[in-house]
């Protein structure tokens, strides 16, 4: 193809956006939000909370700077185990800001998160993918591309997420490298840094450094990254090492327990959201003292187990039950609420899967939840990225869009006139109100066949999940890089090669 | 077999009851209710509402009596049409109690209609079954007696239906001598009356007068029939005849609009909900002028059409809006309320069905609706009614069973002292707590897999229709008829081959 041609066709999608990659745009929440609890139940979890924080303590595991810079700040620290005072641990958390905006490449992508903004990450952390046609298996570099380029192409999703896949064909030491380097090249959406060393959180800083440049990213977080506490009661070195990085770098990170009720928690909601709202509390109270006003998100990731067979079950009552109160506990110390996801246990997408996606979403709609990671794709309990549960996901998630749009209750939405207009038993199909609104009226979920059954059958009796993998397919064969500076791409490879010899 | 192994065989059953014929439990909404409109909102849909009603009009077609029962109580009714004067129609609503208990044959399956008790219903009307095996076929009265064994197996259904299948190798103006029968044979929870005619209404009377006695259904309703307006702005005299019937008999009745917003209303919910009011007003304020005190339900069933093919769509952000908005109508004028349903366009039970059935249904669970027709089974917009389907939903059902039991904030919920002695990084799969909870913690989904991947290979692979379409199997093998006395059976019997014989 010829320089010109290029720029031609390049003009061609800037005039005519394609639905798919149409500008993204954050729900914002308007209704108002199912609260499970009443205001003396928030004030005991939050006591009860405090509670584990003085006696019982937190981990701050085989990291003794971390464990110098919490007795710095007033925090006793026994046998490696932080003890909290309650008005410390509450003037550190208070020092966390509300909302913050993220850095997009594309500045029209910048992600607001908290306030009423609700954003939406790609799965994250899955060893293997699946599709229809190979089924399981490891994930590969080429996989992590193709998830990025699936989820740069959904308007629906505002985030490029951080490790999509996991892509097991790079040596462990410098995959990092390769995957902050593949969201920067095939999207530019918002994403998120490494954190499997403080190594390479370093890494990552400078990366988004080389793309935003050194000051800009301390003005406005240009990654969030995901620290997990390991409960119960613990922060492992690699994540305090990461923490201590961007802290330092001031860039974001959500802080959140895992906790599968029943393993790392007791069984029931009450115990499992007052730990894990210690947990948050503590890896809190940490970066704010590292660096007061460092942008955090409070986060709550929590399943239940299969009792009789140790596995982790999604989208539980119990679960869902759970999350509204972390939601709320979230609120009552007025930060960002990270939690929700598509999970399911299923390894195929069948209706388990999508069964169990819907419910587990159900309380993080309902609950003003400002960022959804695993809002697309996930499968196996978190083991697998599908790629046709995540074009079906994102169908879901364009109709949450709609959803959170709010009432229309304009004189023109009460279409009085035509109410009368029509005789008894008629039909509104040709009304001019119809014809005025009919092309945007009601989202259309193509994958989402509502034809009749002859239709269906002559189309060859697909079901949705064949119907997917024809779309995420397209999706790929249609998908064009956004154009990256060509210095920018020249630093960051340099940057990489080095840092690949260095480390191998 | 001997009357001797019956009896004992029969005695075993009632000393270990089964876990698919534990006694029935409603869930009682204990949340908070998610209100999408502002008071001002409410007040302005009924009087829009109310504009319809005066100067509009509803149609009451072909049916001289009842338009005369209006007239005589004040309503204007020129060419058909009946123009409602504000007053009087919030009068004659008004008389319609807040909620009743309809009667079940089994008085332990008594349902509350009403207040803040949820009753689920199996699906409603479909002409056609699937399953994996054979497909899509058209239903018979095998059929329709398969279904009612299912519904009666499920401790998550707490009503047998009406029309759960149409039983189409029967004659049309018999069959629903059938289907009562079926219901009163095969199952002992509450079920629907026939609303093909008049007539058909009366042998429903007359059926259930034959099981509970002409006084005790006139105290507590033993039946509630299924009132569709013909939108819009309709009643039709097929409708019409049955109200008269029921209302006279003093039985409830579930007046509901059905409509597909674009066709049957404007395609914006704002006017959607409006007409709908107005028209389920108007159908429950000719009963109450028949029969005041009359047990009604407000219903609401409403969906989108795909604007570009006219077909039905379900789940869609469209219509949960309006489900939440109609669900604050019924609640203002202290109504017990229905809608919700596991809807779908799917043909068959993949991950789309699922997708859009709980999406529908999440409006239902949080707007503390009363009455879900339809919770298990539908499938292709309701024209089928699917054995893989019914007992995927019934899963689901079981799982809002759980989630609506509400929060526990009891000290041992709270499991302080299991926190405390697990230690950072342990595991709480052996504690004591856990020990005392682990049998009833969480719900478990049995057609849900959490099993590992590996494990999940070994059993074949299946996917949750597959495992549905064994667990129905089984359920229909070892399902046994609730007894039922046989004077009573007899007595039956001998009205219906009566009516067979005055009806061929």
New interface residues.
Partial sequence: MTRERRHSRRREETETISPEVAKITQPIHK??I????NPE?VQ?IHE?SL??LR?????F?DDPEAQAILTAHGVTVRDQ?AYFDPDLIMEYVGKAPAQFTQLARNPANNVQIGGNALTFAPVYGPPFVHDLERG?REATLADFHNFVKLAYQSPYLHHSGGTIVEPTDEPVPTRHLDMVFAHIKYSDKAFMGSVTSGLNAEDSVRMAEILFGAEKIREMPALVSLINA?S???FDDRMLGSMKVYAHARQAMLISPFVL???????????TV??MNAETLAGIAFTQMINPGCPVIYGSFQA??????????F????A??ALA?SAQMARFYNLPFRSGGMFT???????????????AM?PA??SRTNFILHAAGWL??G??AGYE?FV?DC??LG?????L??????D?????D???E????????G?P??MR???T?????E???????EQ?REMG?L???QR?NAKYKKLLRQYEAPALDEGVEEALKDFMARRKRELR
């Fill in positions: 209704y108002p199912l609260e499970l609890l139940a005991t009860k509670e584990v006696d019982i303590g937190i981990a595991l185990i399981r390991s119960p009661r613990r009720s029943g393993a790392m928690s007791p069984v029931t909601a009450a115990a007052v730990q239940t187990i299969d009792l009789q067979n140790g596995s982790p079950t989208g539980t009552p119990e869902q039950i109160m246990s299923s390894k195929i997408p069948d209706a388990q899967s999508a069964y169990e996606s819907v419910l159900l709609i309902n196996e309990g083991l697998v549960k079906l169908e879901v109709m949450y869009h709609k959803y749009e709010g009432v229309d209750l304009s023109e939405a009460f279409a009085m035509s109410i009368r029509v005789p008894p038993g008629g039909h509104h199909l009304t109100h119809t609104h009919f092309r009226a009601f989202y259309r979920a994958l989402f066949d509502a034809n009749s059954a269906w009796s079901d949705s999940a997917a």
